[in-house]
């Protein structure tokens, strides 16, 4: 079974850009969540999705953005980029049941602004 | 607020020298306790879950145990192939799958 994958792998843009990330889930996960990562903060929640509907959100500015798609897969949008954007971010799937639910994550987009 | 911390930051060890990784938690309600290893420049790679105080899960050389406000990864005679941040998570009580990270124990096994 093929695992959470992300494109691209790797970016680098200029302050003041946009960039769009995608993400694909494990077949059959519906729900989509995303995570920032950097040195300095660790793993940070931005949002997550569960049937194209945004259920929850992170403490980040509304520079950043996400939707999902019927086919369960995700992107998130970042507008004007700022230094501080510079990280790696996560895309994680999992399983639409009641109760825990094990979530499983791509290798990330490494993402540079310069 | 919903908090998890790791300790020790970073951990030096020897190769077959076993010791343990600790995680404390403060979440009103917990759904579950996960941890992770994540290599450098890699997304995160699942390891346990762990749902109730006293729960115990072994996975080759590791052993994650819960506690009702604190988790144990123990390892036991690690080898250089087992050097990796290990992430622990917690997940809310209410609708999300949201997670709460701690900043991760750094380990290097030496030969």
């Given at each position: 079974?093929a695992?959470?994958?992300?494109t ?5 843009k ?9 993400c ?11 995570y ?10 931005l949002?997550e ?12 500015p509304?520079r ?6 019927s ?5 998130m ?7 501080g ?16 639910r ?5 290798p ?7 | ?27 009103s ?8 290893r994540?290599?450098p ?11 109730s ?6 996975k080759?050389?590791?052993k994650a ?13 690690p080898?250089?192939?087992?050097s990796?941040?290990y ?25």
């Amino acid at each position: 079974k093929a695992g959470v994958t992300q494109t691209p792998r790797y970016l680098i843009k200029t302050r003041g850009q946009q960039v769009t990330l995608s993400c694909s889930p494990i077949s059959g996960h519906r729900s989509v969540s995303w995570y920032q990562q950097t040195p300095g903060q660790g793993l940070q929640f931005l949002f997550e999705y569960f049937s194209e509907t945004q259920r929850n959100k992170g403490n980040f500015p509304g520079r950043f953005s996400g939707r999902q798609f019927s086919n369960s897969r995700s992107e998130m949008n970042v507008s004007t980029l700022e230094l501080g954007d510079s990280a790696l971010y996560l895309c994680a799937s999992s399983l639409p049941t009641q109760g825990v639910r094990e979530q499983f994550f791509g290798p990330g987009t490494r993402l540079t602004v310069l | 607020e919903d908090q998890v911390t790791q300790s020790p930051e970073a951990l030096r060890l020897q190769e077959g020298e076993s010791s343990s990784l600790n995680c404390s938690y403060t979440v009103s309600g917990l759904r579950g306790l996960f941890w992770y290893r994540q290599d450098p420049g890699k997304g995160p790679e699942f390891l346990f879950t762990l749902y109730s105080a006293g729960e115990e899960k072994e996975k080759e050389r590791l052993k994650a145990t819960l506690t009702k406000k604190e988790s144990f990864l123990h390892i036991t005679a690690p080898k250089p192939e087992d050097s990796a941040t290990y992430l622990c998570a917690v997940q809310p009580p209410y609708n999300t799958d949201k997670l709460i990270f701690g900043t991760g124990t750094r380990l290097q096994v030496f030969p």
